[in-house]
């Protein structure tokens, strides 16, 4: 059955169903039969007749039936409109005879008494004015304007029914409830009064009809005399719906002003704006302009003054709520770019980088066309240990290899002897306030064993290495047997190690007594030496304990400085080698990339990460390197290094040596480091060497590059750490992790040609000069606050300052030295730092020998034990 045939057996079936049937008004309804097989439905309804049905009635008796609807009202006119499916309509609109493959035809009828014919419409000229829905002259539902030359409107005589061809909803067939009359007294009303007459309108009084409107208009207003009031304690009544939806619209109630409609309607305009920009606007465009730089493969950035990042110095319960938020969905939406902006780390995305990418520093050691060497390394180290520096008026001076070869030698004092002083000493420093917190994990049994071993070496007059019976001490990233491998956390290492990493082997087998494991800052993620875990705590700067030691080798600096052991191991990812020597007043030395294996270190940054030494004088660094510095199998990066080489070291001066220096980088730094450094600049220049100015271009570059990488590799494998054991991690660390999880693959990629880039300016920088000389630090050791100890602290402006000039060497694997070269007003330590090209250290260690002589006085350290006592 078809949609149409549906609609109108519906209205059938609806009529015959509803409950307000008996007051249907006059309608013969005749719906023409559909296609063969379909039902063909007609209906003539009369008033007071009950319903009968009848199926398959002949065709005189329907054609009888449909001949009534001949007597439809005008207003019914769609009904007759409604011709069959197939076919022309029969003549008047009705539809034509249809049968089905029987020859008869299905339908249905209802009968009522027969119709009154109704009154036609009446018109009136010249003007006609007929409103769009028919009313009662007198009705207060005329509409609100009518035209002034209209004539009265006449009272309409027929229903008006729903002019649209789909079936008439129900309710709209209801009678209207009268105004004023509740249902029982309208009822009463309907049985008393006489009914409408033809065609269907409200009758006025006294006129009688039988049958009521289906869809009446509303009875005529009883005129001016006597106004219609409504009772107070009746509710209003309720209109027919089919009426009042052809009323004129009610004026509104809310008059807004002119400025009111103009926002209601740019708001959503400029929604909509914002939408189409947010979804269709690209972010970034492909030409170069005032953000985005493209940057060729021949031209360099000049040397730019560096920029201070921007960040408040965040302890205790503020790091609590900052650390909470950056690690929520918040944070990650809003707070953590909003910082990075801030610091600029989103300064690679704007830039286009041609060159490849370079995931490793590592560069091939040159052919070096010099004549071999005449002398033994053994025999130059001989040489070095005999130069000794100038001490302090005072006598003091650092307990150095030298002078515990001398005691070996001479039997003043003895391996053993000097390892049950150290073990005294580490009882002392725990029992100190505040306790020193160099090292946190030692065994007496350990250390008296490998003591004992050097003492018979030496008993018998065969040692190992000029670091045989030396006391040394490894810091806590690299695996010491048999202490555990915590990397400065609390999680971490929860069995003792069973295997030595290779520069612990290494040590072994030269004979040293390690004495133990050093502090570090957690996981390496800071540059103060902070760290309030439960196993570690916090390591006072031996110069004065109220200030950082620095870090991550927090420990291993601070060891050396407070004299328990003359040598000591860290690893440098972002100086972490240079900056606690430089702030805790000692050597450091960090390799070339791979120049030291890191086998058996935790991989926190693999491609940033150098191991080295950090000594009490710059002959210390020397000996280090040389038995140290060898190729590893375990390690795949600088297998192919040349031989330590030390030839250099012993030249009495400084001549054919070109030292570059970037000035405006090089002043970027405090006003007391400026004027040390650049006396003992001076100093050099005097020794013979010759003072070059380069540029040192896109260091901006670097260090957002730089941080970009050591940051996405720590997450890169702290991510299990992370996930499980995120409570356990310190605040700042969880800080640095949320901030590196915003770095994309396209950043990391960026960051690595970068690193191509650099590498290249430095390989034309260090076919001009030797060495390329700066302060080791921008800022000298900050202090400590209370609050530090307990949550630890997040200060990025200090982070960034002190790892201003360290970050070049890690980003690009050269080597580089610090050098104690001054003291500020307070008594901290200032160190200057010298930077030479791949694989080549005994430059570096040249000339730190002669700046170790330009320091002259040494200062006493606040806190130092005399091993030797």
């Known amino acids: 059955m078809g949609l149409a045939s549906q609609r109108r057996r519906g209205l059938a079936d609806g009529l015959e169903r509803s409950p307000h049937w008996p007051v249907a008004s006059q309608l013969s309804l005749a719906v023409g039969g559909l296609a063969a097989g379909d039902w063909a439905l007609a209906v003539t309804v009369r008033a007071g007749v009950p319903i009968r049905r009848t199926r398959q009635c002949q065709p005189a008796a329907r054609s009888a039936r449909l001949q009534r609807a001949r007597f439809l009202p005008s207003s ?80 309409p005589r027929t229903p008006t029914l729903h002019p649209s061809p789909l079936p008439i909803p129900l309710h709209h067939l209801a009678h209207p409830r009268p105004a004023g009359q509740t249902p029982a007294a309208r009822k009463s009303r309907a049985r008393q009064s006489p009914r409408a007459g033809a065609g269907g309108a409200w009758a006025p009084p006294g006129e009688s009809s039988r049958r009521p409107a289906i869809c009446p208009a509303l009875p005529a207003s009883p005129g001016p005399q006597q106004p219609h009031v409504l009772p107070r304690h009746k509710s209003r009544p309720r209109r027919c719906r089919a009426v009042a939806a052809r009323v004129s619209p009610r004026p509104c109630a809310l008059a807004l002003p002119a400025g009111t409609m103009a926002l209601a309607l740019l708001l959503p305009a400029a929604l909509l704006l914002l939408l189409l920009y947010l979804g269709f606007v690209r972010c970034f465009t492909a030409a170069p302009n005032a953000v985005f730089q493209c940057r060729e493969r021949a031209g360099a950035a000049g040397s730019q003054p560096p920029r201070d990042a921007w960040g408040p110095r965040l302890s205790g319960q503020p790091l609590r709520l900052i650390v909470h938020l950056v690690n929520t969905a918040f944070g990650q939406f809003c707070l953590v770019p909003f910082l990075m902006r801030q610091n600029n780390l989103f300064l690679l995305r704007y830039i286009h980088i041609s060159e490849d990418p370079t995931f490793f520093p590592e560069v091939a050691a040159e052919a070096k066309k010099d004549k071999p060497e005449t002398k033994s390394i053994a025999e130059i180290l001989e040489q070095l240990m005999e130069m000794r520096s100038p001490s302090a008026p005072s006598g003091f001076s650092f307990r150095k290899i030298q002078d515990y070869l001398n005691s070996y030698r001479t039997g003043e004092l003895t391996p053993t002897q000097i390892a049950e002083n150290v073990i005294s000493l580490l009882e002392d420093c725990e029992k100190s306030s505040p306790p020193l917190r160099a090292i946190v994990q030692w065994d007496k049994q350990q250390i008296r064993m490998m003591a004992e071993a050097s003492t018979t070496r030496y008993r018998n007059k065969c040692p190992l290495s000029p670091l045989d019976g030396i006391p040394v001490c490894v810091k806590e990233e690299i695996k010491v047997v048999p202490y555990y491998h915590r990397s400065g956390t609390a999680y971490l ?26 502090n570090m800052h957690e996981l390496g993620t800071g540059t103060t030496g902070c760290n309030p875990s439960r196993f570690h705590g916090t390591t006072r700067n031996p110069y004065n304990p109220k200030h950082f030691t620095g870090g991550s080798s927090s420990g291993s600096a601070a060891a050396v400085a407070a004299g328990l052991c003359p040598l000591s191991i860290g690893t440098d990812g972002g100086g972490s080698v240079r900056i606690p020597a430089s702030f805790c007043g000692v050597v450091g030395l960090k390799g070339t990339f791979g120049c030291f294996s890191a086998y058996g270190c935790h991989p926190l940054s693999y491609s940033t990460v150098s191991l080295g030494p950090i000594c009490a004088s710059v002959t210390d660094a020397a000996i280090a390197y040389s038995i140290l510095a060898a190729p590893d199998p375990l390690y795949p990066y600088g297998l192919h290094q040349p031989k330590p080489s030390l030839s250099d070291v012993l030249a009495p001066d400084l001549k054919g040596l070109k030292l570059g220096v970037d000035w405006t980088f090089f002043k970027a730094c405090n006003a007391e480091i400026l004027a040390v450094c650049q006396k003992a600049v001076e100093h050099l220049q005097a020794l013979g060497a010759t003072v070059v100015e380069v540029s040192l271009p896109e260091m901006e570059e670097v260090r957002v590059a730089h941080l970009i990488c050591i940051l996405s590799e720590m997450r890169d494998f702290l991510q299990p750490d992370f996930n499980h054991h995120f409570q356990d991690m310190n605040l700042e660390t969880r800080a640095n992790l949320a901030l590196a999880s915003k770095f994309t693959a396209l950043d990391y990629i960026k960051a690595n040609r970068q690193r191509s880039r650099n590498m290249r300016f430095l390989k034309e920088i260090f076919a001009t000069v030797n060495c390329i000389l700066t302060p080791a630090t921008a800022c000298t050791a900050p202090k400590i606050h209370a609050t530090d100890l307990e949550t630890g602290n997040s200060d990025i402006l200090t982070t960034i300052r002190t790892m201003r000039y360290v970050q070049l060497a890690n980003f690009t694997g050269i080597p580089g030295l610090v050098v104690p070269v001054g003291y500020t007003a307070a008594g901290l330590p200032i160190n200057f730092q010298v930077m030479a090209k791949w694989w080549d250290e005994a430059v570096l260690l040249r000339v730190g020998l002669k700046l170790e002589q330009f320091r002259g006085t040494t200062r006493k350290p606040a806190i130092y034990y005399d091993v030797f006592a």
């Open 76 to 155: 019914c006119s769609w009904l007759r409109r409604a011709g069959p499916a197939r076919g022309k309509p029969a003549r008047g609109g009705l539809p034509q005879e249809q049968t089905t493959p029987r020859g008869k035809c299905h339908w249905r009828s209802i009968t009522l008494p027969t119709p009154t014919p109704h009154k036609p419409r009446p018109t009136h000229t010249p003007y006609t004015h007929t409103p769009l829905y028919p009313l009662h002259a007198h009705s207060p539902y005329t509409p609100l304007h009518p035209h002034p030359l209209a004539p009265p409107i006449p009272t």
């Open 493 to 518: 290492g929860t069995q003792p190690e069973t295997e030595d990493a290779t520069l612990t082997r290494k040590l072994r087998e030269a004979g040293a007594v390690i004495i133990g494991v050093s």
